[in-house]
């Protein structure tokens, strides 16, 4: 099983539209959440942190954090086409040796 | 932003053969790690190495694997001898000290045959 899941598996959003995504823990020994974002054929790039619980938001992204229940949700506001890619969760324990734990990643699809 | 550099960025090589990545690192970071993607499957760690050192490695990290970076220049992965298993896209990542932003660099796609 999959120690960090995420939900969609993949979603088609409109131009425009809200794009929620989720990501949820079963590993109760992390204390960070990280969303990376990855376009095809590149490299994964952090878009948000969050360590604490509620929300924090930067621009079009919003990220929200229950520590209680290990679940950490992303909402892309007006998306846009070149916001398709795919989107990361990963999580991390407090400590030195920063290793992620990454889901499988939900494909964001933005159509025109 | 700042960049993470992997040489070569393809790898073609026959199994049971050495082969060496390459990644040069943000400049003033000072963890590194190394990550494998197969297509489809979730992104996961192998290493991560610090003052020289390795401060934890998965199981994927089999005892043919081994890090380096020797006097500050490119921090490498070396398998030896390679199986297909190991065919993949490995990802270099650096950070400073603490829960700082891991930067990935572009991958190295590694074909066993």
């Known amino acids: 099983q999959q120690k960090v899941q995420q939900s969609p598996e993949s979603l088609i959003v409109p131009e425009g539209g809200m794009a929620s995504l989720n990501c949820t823990s079963s590993?109760?020994?992390?204390?960070y959440f990280w969303w990376y974002r990855q376009h095809s054929g590149k490299s994964p790039k952090m878009l948000m942190?969050?360590?604490?619980?509620g929300e924090k938001e930067e621009g079009r992204f919003t990220v929200h954090l229950n520590k209680a229940s290990l679940h950490t949700s992303l909402h892309i506001r007006d998306s846009q086409p070149s916001d398709s890619a795919l989107y990361l969760c990963?999580?991390?324990?407090?400590?030195?040796?920063?290793?992620?734990?990454f889901g499988l990643g939900t494909t964001l699809q933005v159509q025109p | 932003g700042p960049k993470v550099l992997q040489i070569p960025s393809h790898q073609i090589i026959d199994m049971g053969q050495m082969v060496t990545l390459n990644c040069d690192p943000v400049?003033?970071?000072?963890?590194f790690y190394w990550y494998k993607q197969i297509l489809g499957q979730q992104m996961e760690f192998l290493v991560n190495?610090?003052?020289?050192?390795?401060?934890?490695k998965s199981k994927l990290f089999k005892d043919q694997f081994s890090v380096e970076r020797p006097d500050g220049s490119y921090f490498t992965l070396k398998i030896q001898p390679t199986a297909l298993e190991d065919s993949a896209v490995y990802f270099c990542?650096?950070?400073?000290?603490?829960?700082?932003?891991?930067?990935f660099g572009p991958g190295t796609r590694l074909t066993v045959l």
């Open positions: 990542a650096s950070s400073p000290p603490g829960p700082y932003e891991q930067y």
């Open positions: 942190s969050i360590f604490s619980n």
């Open positions: 400049s003033n970071h000072l963890y």
């Open positions: 990963a999580a991390s324990k407090a400590g030195n040796t920063g290793k992620l734990i």
């Open positions: 190495f610090y003052n020289g050192k390795v401060m934890e």
């Open positions: 590993d109760r020994n992390v204390d």
